[in-house]
């Protein structure tokens, strides 16, 4: 019975650490989580791949971001998307809106937004261009890029961990989410599609914390 007892002990004390650790001290249960806590607490430099899209020349990713100083909020998409992509496009919509009205109030927020396509096989500047047009994205505020090199856009993807797994129709299953990357071409933070505004307060935060 005594023995019974401590191997029941011992491997209620064994679950115990290894829960403890998997969750980050319990901080997070899901490997999406755990992902965004360790962007949070390490943030993540974005790679050297080249990306071109509507008026915007060929160069590297790092390169267009360090453009104009500003805090970019990023998400990845495809313009054959029927679902979750379209969310996005009016998630950052709205988000373009309130961009456009610090704008026009005479206020400097110092934040962008920036869709990159993980199709860049079809996706093509002139596919995103009108893409863009359907959606009345403000060159201003708005840009859209694809990685046309297929190992540099896997490259970006996995260092970002945005997942997308072709479904062999032409397709894409895919996770989503607003990407905060700083004036330093640094991922970090992570935010759901419900946290929109928590994710341009962050950023318009970061911006004005960057710009002392």
Request: with cysteine.
């Amino acid at each position: 019975m005594l023995r019974t007892a401590l191997l029941v002990s011992l491997l209620a004390l064994m679950g115990y650490a290894s829960a403890s650790w998997l969750t980050h001290d319990f901080q997070i249960w899901t490997a999406e989580g755990a992902r965004r806590l360790e962007v949070a607490q390490q943030p993540v430099p974005v790679p050297p791949v080249t990306v071109e899209g509507p008026g915007i020349a060929a160069q590297t990713l790092p390169a267009l971001l360090a453009q104009g100083g500003d805090v970019t909020l990023v998400d990845f998409f495809y313009t054959r998307c029927k679902t979750v992509c379209l969310s996005l496009g009016s998630n950052f919509q709205q988000l373009q809106a309130a961009l456009e009205a610090d704008r026009d109030a005479g206020t400097r927020v110092g934040v962008r937004l920036l869709s990159i396509s993980f199709d860049g096989a079809h996706d093509s500047s002139t596919v995103l261009q009108a893409y863009a047009r359907t959606l009345q994205a403000d060159p201003v505020v708005w840009n859209w890029v694809r990685v046309p090199n297929a190992s540099e856009q896997q490259w970006l993807l996995q260092r970002l961990g945005v997942v997308v797994v072709p479904d062999g129709r032409g397709d894409y299953e895919h996770n989503a989410a607003f990407l905060v990357l700083d004036t330093r071409g640094r991922l970090v933070r992570v935010f759901d599609l419900v946290e929109q505004q928590l994710a341009l307060d962050f950023a318009r935060h970061l911006a004005q914390r960057e710009s002392l």
